[in-house]
């Protein structure tokens, strides 16, 4: 019987049976496209082929038969998620007919379909493959971002693949493939090779047979081999064998089996990238021939694949098979495989960034492959052209270079040849499996002979190649890996399924589901007589005995069997599946532990095999002996575990650690059943014949023995001592105690056990986890449980120090005396002590205290992969307390000593590289080093939480000192790990990429329906709330800036006006209305610049342009087009082009747009063309425009229509801004006839698009001083006008534009031009600008200037008024802030009257303008500067306006003289406003705001005439704009009523241009919502020139002398300058102090500023550091010295800067004054009132839930409290101790201090873990290291509250003291002299002993010391055991023996 039972114990039960449908299957019928098939069988035959009828017949019914077949097939994978973090479901592929659907599991474990794919042509294979996208082409691990996951569909003639990002390649096959396979670097094609294909002859070679591609845009490149020969040579070539078959391929290790169909061996080799040397070595031997045998000439095989793709193949060909590759639904359609075109795939070629280099082998792979698509029937195999086709030219000269192949197969190992081998012997399924200790096997299954065959191979100690060992034959039928659990299911012939771990039997597998064994079958199978050989020996089973086994198996007669067998228990386990022939056929689909059995029966299950064990303590203590053990020694226990463990009706989880303690005695060598403590385990279910197999069966009558158990049993002492048995007065039993000792005098070990020698090993690295498991809180149940088995093994091992420390931790567990197993003298001499053993047990608490208290302590013994956390806490004691730098930075370090068994082996280098520790950059402290390393080895917040809370002091003590001032460029984790969520999320939102940001405001598009949109609804309220809190200026704004609603026309009818005039009337008041409401759309752009995010699927909104009114009181509508007065033409042009850059400028830069979105928005009606064409402007000015494909650009070109091209010209240029983009210059010079070659022909290009056009070429060649650009453009400045009517018209915009872009192009460069001396640039535009004699015309250009003008007479002088702006604002820019002085004073505004009647007043605002630019560092903010412009004369003689009476005076021209005063005055104020643009500078705005009342009271002046009122409006406009440039972006009050005061007069002078300037000052008042600044950078300045030109057009159609556009290029100088204060835990907008801190600069020292945010910034240049102030916020500190790529990076976001409340501190929104924490204040005072808090006020405090919660349940005083008062008023005062000091993760460990020292005084402490954790707070508050931290911070005290540790130490040391005192001190001399002690004192004194430090009594002297050695003999002698002071004192009593009480 005992065999039966043996058999019984090693069954494993298998778990979660459940039926196992494919999901894809169920899906298929219900997917759409099932219908489809079924349409296109009952097409007639003649539509389905457009071919003759017979193929096409043939063809149809093909395709029938197909689909009823319905071939499927399906593949399982473990799950992965996308986040990265652990999943456990599956993933399915499912194929069928044309359909492949990739479902999904979930946590929830319930699959769904993520995919479907349908194809044209039914899909052969379908797989997963990662592609690698970046181009470089090492062997290292690629990270996720570099690797394309996606999924492959192979069909006959291409290959699709889908990207999960949403990409789509497909690649057409230039041959038939047989088979694809997935590796480490791409995809790996095998050619399917025709059996006629035979060589015709020896100079054809045979193509090679393995292709390899790895990206879906590389060519297919065949692969390479490398076989070394005899002769230790190697032989590099393609891979040409039709042998060799792949049958396994494998991505890591990356190795390929091949099986070879002639030799019938299987092979192994390596899957590697090829060589330099061994690709040259390939393409040279093609092209010097080499040897006659081996011409494998790559040349002729590119030729023979060109041949091909020219459709030439001859007859003779053995390529036959190829023409047959095309279906006619794709090789049409499908781009050729290398195709880069844009047209067809520029997402393709812009997601693998080839630079032209990469890929020079690449273009000659087009013609190569680009296969003919003649054929046109997919089914006919004939050759595709006559033989008269044929020309063999192709073979004779190879026309581009050869192939260059990517992958090579290197050669590692073969099967040996053994006599008989079967000739299909080709593995049907290979896998890799590794055992349990973590060996590798090959495991291959050959079917036709049975046989399992698993290789063992592992790396070389370099890792650079593999080592196959020897081969083990396992019988088998087939055979499945479980990676879970290191093993694999192997079916064996008889039908029984078998659990092996590498090549040993772990036993049966049971399931239970399916039928179990009966003992009155009639129609079961027989079984061959002799039984399988279970173990995997080597040793062939005759060929015989394997056949016949397969054919009685499937024999389907059944036959009656033998009835003599029927009670052999072998019969019992055999036929357990086989009853109704029901039986397990194959397993497939492995995953993680589960797999699938097909069933005879045709149904599937899937079972999922156990795992080693669910507990953790069990998991760590396998773990900790699987490392110390011998493999094979760890194997064997590991199998003896797992059937013990997996057993069928095995135990629960919680008795799971019973078992294993049970289990592992008994391979010891203990008798577990004699044991008195494992004796009484309680188990579900008996054991007893796993455990003890050899004991004799009981008998049925029982026996004493029984009862004795059950007095002994756990339950019957519970039972005794419960309360009912005393009441019932029931007297105890007296327990026979005769019975104990007999067990324990006999008790001795079983020498002859598996593990016996290996006790002393196991024991240590079980202690070793021990300690590793008290320093985590949660583990506390498995120390106690781990605690008896050490003890026991301790005793027996006779190791008394270790008894003794087991003691101090657990008194009352560990009594002085057990049971005690003997090993005999001459066993224990068997036992193997290995080197790390150390008979002084290593705490871990112990090491600890010694550093704390500054005391030496040995290495630290530790377990690599299992005492983590111990290393951990040694490395961070080390760098903290001990502050050895050095301790976390290298492997080896001083303070751990490593566990290894065998010395000489390297150990795994994968712990090395885990602690590799790089320097952040900023790491000052220790603090810090010790933080940054704690998160760089993956410590986090929770594992601080589960350390106990003495160990984890001294990290938290780290944490806070690094929380007050954290570095800003910290990891997310550290500052996680700190908590600084404020700066965690900013370090996880940094690295994403923009997108929407917090403050994206998402408002529902029905929220304004009812009005209409006004363009300005997706503004973000909260934040413009923030930043205009007291007002509503910025729902004035709104109203003053839209343009949707009707206006308001208001007419008085006077009586004498009859009603036809008074509609006149009306409608002439319209039109003036009309001219402000035509403006407003620039100013609109500029408020709500970059604030919406478009949807994809809508077009974007664009408000529309209402030029209609309504008239009071009965709001009737006006409207201008009822034809009672003349409207100008074409008047709203412009002004919807306006209205289209507004729109389009809503757009953020960081919206995700792509090209098929812009060109989505195309209106469809042609009078909106307009608005589109100033969106595409807006695009490109906001960078988006580079999306757009260039052929959209073309289209919308070669239109013709003059708004788009405008639009379009300045978008693109200033999208590629000073790129000196070569398209871009093509599609601008078509547009500019000076930099078309003279011969070409004349096109005609509208003027303002030749304008936006030369002003584009100024914009891509910005800053370049590119010499041929700036020549054409310093001749267009001058262009005289033309003989026919060319150039005659607004000639003054293209000189401006010219000059302007002329200015860009040298913008800056000063006098350094280089190369463009002779140019003599400066001269040239002075010339210009004052006038005289033309220059002849110089260049290629001179033909066209031979004849004048007709039209015009300018003669041979320059016309200065056309020519002086653009060469004034040219020498502006060229000199630009170079303070040159003598280019300056050319620019000084003439100081004689004479001169100043040869210049236009208008010039001189623009050339004093140009002077300050050029002395911009002259520009000073005051009156006095501004006037200091103005010279002499005119300031002497002009006249104040306010004056009555002129002076007559006869050679003074007055006019002149007014005029030109104001015009300076205008222009030195500009420069003033380009200075300090978005600068917010005081004095500037005062000087600028004084000027402007100046010229409004000018205005209103009587004698405003004589200067004119239109100069004047210019002036005060000028004027605006500059007041609104220094205070862009800031919305001030004060520029915002003057706006708001023009923007009410629309009579008289005030035209369309000054509404304009008006509204743009409005707009750049509110840059972008507040968000957006002005920037004073060369290119922003240039840029505001364009955009601010001081001359406005006089009519919405006007653009004579400045282009309208150029009025949006503003866009270039705004930047994102908003810094907003988001609430990290709120996550909403608010206030916050920031302290600003400028550089140093000639005008001032180096400054600090205070601002609240939400706030825009000064420029970032000028800034050195940025810090978020404290009281109420973290401190946070942005240093701008070592960068500001990091705040431009957050204000490019939305300016979010996280930022996290302090602990008693309230918002600014809820506080403003801080009056409300001012209560906080009282507190850290610490006055008398502080004891008397009332927890209801915490909510003053934090808004921490938890805190809030433990103040109402804790702190509350309920009735009648009594004694329990005093733990109220702790607790509050602990609570209001941690919230002030803003420590509040510290209330757990003052209350546990609090607790376990109320315990120690009640006597109640069992366990002294808690004690020493208070020891251990009390030891780091004493430490050296602490006592010398708060000189170097003295801004925070000590952590802990000073008044808690002192009282908490005092109540400590007089507990023990008084427990001294009342007899313990005989029960220390009992201790120290090992006399027994009573049970009663055994807690009290371990609490002694571990709070004073005394050392083992071995130790010490013997006692009774010789009186006259006294207290100071003691102390010598004691020294050396470093035993403390304090604990002198209280020992010396008790070893003097004196009797005197001791003296403290």
């Known amino acids: 019987m005992s065999n039966f039972y043996e058999e019984r114990a090693t069954m494993i039960a298998a778990r979660d049976l459940q039926e196992f449908v494919p999901f894809g299957r169920d899906h298929c019928k219900h997917h759409p496209n099932a219908l489809h098939l079924q349409l296109r069988q009952l097409q007639p035959a003649s539509e389905l082929w457009s071919s003759d009828g017979a193929a096409g017949l043939v063809g149809s019914l093909q395709e029938v038969t197909i689909h009823e077949k319905h071939k499927e097939s399906w593949q399982l994978r473990k799950g992965t998620s996308e986040i990265g973090e652990e999943v456990d479901y599956d993933e399915e592929l499912y194929v069928a007919g044309n359909m492949v659907i990739w479902s999904k599991g979930s946590k929830s474990q319930a699959l769904a379909v993520y995919k479907a794919f349908t194809v044209d042509s039914p899909v052969q294979q379908a797989l997963w493959c990662d592609f690698i996208t970046s181009q470089d082409k090492s062997e290292k691990a690629y990270s996720s971002n570099e690797v394309e996951k996606c999924i492959c569909i192979l069909q006959s003639s291409c290959i699709n693949m889908h990207s999960i990002e949403g990409k789509d390649y497909i690649a057409s096959l230039p041959f038939q493939v047989a088979n694809v396979w997935p590796t480490r670097y791409g995809l790996l094609f095998e050619r399917s090779s025709a059996s006629h294909e035979v060589p015709p002859g020896p100079p054809r070679e045979p193509l090679p047979t393995l292709f390899s591609m790895l990206h879906p845009l590389d060519e297919i490149t065949p692969l390479v081999c490398k076989s070394g020969s005899l002769f230790g040579s190697s032989r590099v070539q393609y891979v040409v064998d039709h042998a060799m078959k792949i049958v396994f391929l494998n991505t890591d290790p990356s190795i390929v089996m091949t099986y070879d169909t002639v030799q019938s061996l299987h092979s192994v080799w390596v899957l590697r990238r090829v060589k330099a040397e061994e690709e040259n070595a390939v393409l040279k031997f093609s092209e010097h021939g080499g040897t006659p045998q081996n011409v494998a000439t790559s040349s002729s095989l590119t030729a023979h694949l060109r041949s091909l793709s020219k459709g030439e193949s001859p007859v003779t060909s053995p390529f036959q098979n190829y023409s047959s590759i095309h279906s006619q639904s794709r090789s049409t359609s499908s781009p050729s495989l290398h195709s880069r075109s844009p047209s067809i795939s520029n997402m393709a070629a812009l997601s693998r960034a080839h630079s032209p280099a990469l890929g020079v082998h690449s273009f000659a792979g087009v013609q190569r492959f680009n296969l003919s698509s003649h054929n046109q029937s997919p089914k006919r195999h004939s050759v595709s052209h006559s033989p008269s086709s044929t020309s063999n030219d192709s073979f004779l000269a190879p026309e581009t270079e050869p192939i260059v192949p990517e992958l090579c197969i290197d050669h590692l190992w073969t099967e040996t040849i053994t006599n008989i081998r079967e000739k299909n012997s080709q593995a049907s399924k290979v896998f890799i499996t590794s055992d349990l200790c973590g060996q590798k096997f090959l495991c291959f299954l050959v079917e036709s002979q049975l046989q399992l065959r698993c290789v063992k191979f592992q790396e070389s100690n370099d890792k650079s190649q593999l080592i196959f060992g020897a081969v083990t034959n396992i019988q088998a039928k087939d055979a499945a890996p479980v990676e879970k659990v290191d093993t694999m299911l192997v079916l064996e012939g008889s039908g029984n399924l078998v659990l092996y771990t590498g090549v040993v039997r772990v036993g049966k597998v049971f399931i239970p589901g399916l039928p179990a064994p009966s003992l009155t079958m009639s129609g079961t199978m027989p079984r061959p007589s002799t039984p399988l050989d279970g173990a995997g020996t080597p040793r062939p089973l005759s060929k015989l005995l394997g056949s016949l086994d397969e054919v009685v198996l499937l024999s389907p007669v059944p036959e009656l069997r033998d009835s003599s067998k029927l009670h052999d228990s072998l019969y019992h386990e055999d036929c357990t599946f086989q009853q109704l022939g029901i039986y397990i056929h194959s397993i497939r689909d492995p995953v993680h532990n589960r797999v699938t059995l097909e069933l005879s029966s045709g149904s599937m299950v899937r079972i999922s095999v156990p795992e080693m064990a669910t507990s953790e303590l069990v998991q760590t203590c396998l773990h900790a002996i699987k490392f110390i053990l011998p493999k094979e020694i760890a194997v064997q226990l590991l199998v003896k575990w797992y059937s013990v463990h997996s057993a069928p009706g095995g135990p629960g989880s919680h008795s799971e650690w019973n078992l294993f303690v ?124 781990l605690v008896d088995l050490l003890v026991q093994l301790a005793r027996d091992l006779k190791l008394e120090p270790y008894v003794d420390h087991y003691y101090r931790d657990f008194p009352t567990r560990v009594r002085a005396s057990g049971q005690v197993c003997t090993a005999d003298q001459g066993q224990t001499g068997f036992m193997h002590h290995p080197s790390f053993f150390t008979s002084e047990p290593p705490s871990i608490h112990q090491w600890v205290s010694s550093c704390l208290k500054g005391e030496g302590a040995p290495p630290y013994p530790y377990l690599p992969g299992v005492c983590e956390r111990s290393k951990l806490v040694v490395l961070s004691i080390a760098l903290y307390i001990l502050g050895d730098e050095s301790a976390v930075s290298d492997e080896a370090s001083p303070y751990l000593s490593r566990i290894t068994i065998a010395p000489q082996k390297p150990q795994t280098e994968q712990e090395a590289n885990r602690f590799g520790f790089k320097h952040p950059t900023t790491v000052s402290s220790l603090a810090e080093r010790l933080v940054v390393w704690m998160t760089s080895v993956g410590f986090t917040l929770r594992d601080l939480e589960t350390l106990p809370f003495g160990i984890a002091l001294p990290i938290r003590d780290a944490i806070y000192h690094c929380r007050e001032q954290p570095a800003s460029d910290w990891p997310e984790a550290v500052c996680l790990l700190i908590g600084r969520q404020d700066l965690s ?74 009603d036809h005039e008074f509609i006149e009337e009306k409608e002439n008041r319209l039109l003036q209305l009309c001219q402000r409401t035509m403006a407003l759309p620039v100013g609109r752009g500029m408020f709500t ?122 978008g693109v240029s200033a999208a590629k801004l000073g790129t000196m983009d070569m398209s871009a210059t093509r599609l601008l010079s078509i547009h500019i006839p000076a930099l078309l070659p003279p011969t070409s022909t004349e096109l005609d290009v509208p ?213 030109a005063h104001v015009y300076i005055i205008a222009g030195a104020c500009l420069s003033l406003g380009f200075r300090f643009a978005g600068s917010e500078n005081l004095s500037a705005f005062n000087c600028l705001h004084k000027f402007a009342k100046d010229f409004m009271t000018y205005l209103s002046a009587p004698n405003a005439s004589v200067t004119g009122p239109y100069n004047l409006e210019t002036c005060l406009s000028v004027v605006l704009l500059s007041l609104a440039m220094v205070m862009a972006g800031s919305g001030n009050l004060k520029v915002l009523q003057l706006c708001r005061f023009l923007h009410m007069k629309t009579g008289g002078e005030m035209n369309y241009g000054f509404h304009l300037a008006h509204h743009m000052a409005l707009g750049l008042l509110f840059l972008g919502g507040g968000r957006y600044s002005l920037s004073t950078s060369n290119s922003s300045i240039a840029a505001l020139l364009c955009a601010l030109y001081p001359h406005f057009p006089a009519h919405s159609t006007d653009n004579r002398y400045h282009l309208q556009a150029l009025r949006h290029l503003y866009v270039l100088a705004a930047e994102p300058r908003l810094l907003v204060p988001v609430d990290v835990d709120t996550n909403t907008p608010c206030y916050a102090l920031l302290e600003v801190t400028y550089k140093g600069t000639q005008w001032y020292e180096q400054t600090k500023e205070e601002l609240m945010a939400p706030t825009l910034l000064p420029e970032l240049h000028l800034l050195k550091q940025i810090k978020v102030k404290g009281p109420r916020y973290w401190e946070l500190l942005i240093d701008l010295s070592k960068g500001t790529q990091h705040l431009k990076s957050i204000l490019s976001k939305d300016g979010v800067l996280y930022v996290k409340l302090r602990a008693g501190q309230l918002s600014y929104k809820e506080d403003p004054m801080g009056w409300q924490s001012l209560l906080a204040q009282t507190v850290v005072s610490r006055n008398s009132e502080a004891r008397a808090f009332k927890p209801e006020t915490i909510s003053a405090f934090t808004s921490d839930p938890a805190l809030l919660s433990f103040a109402e349940y804790f702190c509350k005083p309920a ?114 002299s090992g006399q027994p002690l009573e049970d009663a004192q055994l807690s009290a004194l371990a609490c002694f002993l571990v709070y004073h430090a005394v050392p083992p009594p071995r130790h010490l002297p013997p006692v009774g010391l010789e009186g006259s050695a006294g207290f100071a003999g003691l102390l010598c002698r004691l020294k050396p055991l470093k035993v403390p002071v304090r604990a002198l004192l209280r020992l010396a009593p008790v070893l003097l023996a004196e009797p005197q009480p001791m003296a403290t």
């Open 662 to 785: 049970t289990c592992l005695m008994n391979m010891m060598g203990y008798n577990t059943d004699r044991l008195v403590w494992t004796r009484n385990f309680d188990f579900e279910g008996s054991l007893s014949p796993v455990i003890a197999p050899k004991k004799a069966r009981p008998s049925e009558t029982g026996s004493d023995d029984d009862w004795e158990y059950l007095l002994n049993s756990d339950y019957h002492q519970h039972v005794e001592s419960h309360l009912l048995t005393t009441s019932l007065c029931l007297s105890p039993l007296e327990v026979s105690q005769a019975k104990d000792e007999d067990f324990s005098q006999n008790l001795s070990l079983d020498n002859s056990t598996l593990l016996f020698t290996h006790i002393p090993a196991i024991f240590f690295v079980l202690h070793l986890v021990y300690e590793e498991l008290k320093l985590n809180t949660l583990m506390g149940e498995g120390v106690r449980s």
């Open 985 to 1058: 999320k900013q370090a996880c939102e940094g690295n994403l990429p923009k997108g929407k940001s917090v403050l994206s405001s998402d408002v529902p598009s029905g929220a304004d329906a009812e009005e209409e949109d006004d363009g300005m609804s997706d503004m973000n309220q909260e934040v413009l709330s923030l930043l205009w809190s007291e007002d509503l200026r910025v729902q004035d704004v709104r109203r003053l800036l839209q343009s949707a609603r009707p206006v308001r026309v208001s007419v008085v009818q006077y009586p004498e006006l009859s």
């Open 1089 to 1210: 610049l970059f604030s919406y995010h478009p949807v994809p699927t809508e077009p974007l909104p664009i408000p529309k342009l209402n030029l209609t009114g309504r008239a009071p009181p009965r709001n009737t509508t006006v409207d201008l087009h009822s034809g009672s007065i003349d409207v100008p033409p074409n008047m709203t042009s412009w002004a919807s082009f306006h209205n289209g850059v507004a729109a389009g400028l809503k757009i953020a830069p960081a919206s995700q747009i792509d090209s098929a979105w812009i060109v989505y928005n195309k209106p469809k009606h042609a009078e909106l063309a307009n608005e589109y064409a100033g969106f595409l402007m807006a695009l490109g000015l906001s960078g988006h425009l580079t999306k757009l494909a260039t052929l959209n650009v073309h289209d919308y070109l070669t239109k013709g229509h003059e708004m788009t091209s405008i639009g379009l010209l300045l």
């Open 1247 to 1459: 003027h303002n698009v030749q304008v936006a056009a030369v002003l584009g070429i100024g914009l891509v060649y910005q800053g370049t001083a590119h010499r041929h650009t700036a020549e054409v453009l310093l001749a267009e400045i001058g262009r005289p006008p033309g003989p026919e009517m060319e150039y005659c018209t607004d000639r003054e915009s293209s000189s401006l534009a010219a000059g302007l872009a002329l200015g860009m192009v040298c913008l800056g460069h000063g006098s350094n031009l280089v190369g463009m001396s002779d140019l003599n640039v400066p001269e040239q535009l002075y010339q210009y600008m004052v006038g005289g004699h033309r220059h002849f015309q110089a260049g290629t250009h001179r033909e066209k200037h031979k004849s004048p003008s007709y039209q015009i007479k300018e003669g041979d002088t320059i016309n200065v008024d056309v020519t002086c702006p653009g060469a004034t604002l040219a020498l502006a820019m060229i000199y630009l802030k170079t303070n040159n002085r003598s280019i300056a004073d050319w620019l000084r505004a003439p100081d004689t009257m004479y001169l100043l009647d040869f210049v236009k007043p208008e010039f001189l605002l623009l050339r004093t303008l140009a002077r300050c630019l050029i002395l911009w560092d002259d520009i000073l903010p005051n009156s006095k500067w501004v006037d200091s412009n103005v010279p002499q004369i005119i300031r002497e003689n002009s006249i104040s306006l306010s004056e009555i009476e002129l002076p007559c005076s006869e050679d003074l021209n007055l006019e002149t003289l007014s005029q």
């Open 1759 to 1872: 009735v009648n409290m009594g004694q329990k008062q005093d733990i109220l008023d702790l607790f509050s005062s602990v609570l209001y101790e941690c919230v002030t000091q803003e420590t509040p993760e510290m209330l757990p460990a003052y209350i546990a201090m609090d607790q376990a020292i109320r315990r120690l005084g009640r006597g109640e402490m069992s366990e002294t873990s808690e004690l020493w954790q208070v020891k251990l707070v009390l030891e780091f508050f004493g430490s050296r290291s602490h006592q010398e931290r708060p000189q170097s911070l003295p801004r925070r005290g000590l952590f802990l509250n000073s008044e808690f540790l002192p009282v908490a130490k005092c109540t400590v040391d007089s507990a023990l003291d008084q427990w001294l005192q009342a007899g313990g001190d005989m029960c220390v001399r009992a201790y120290l």
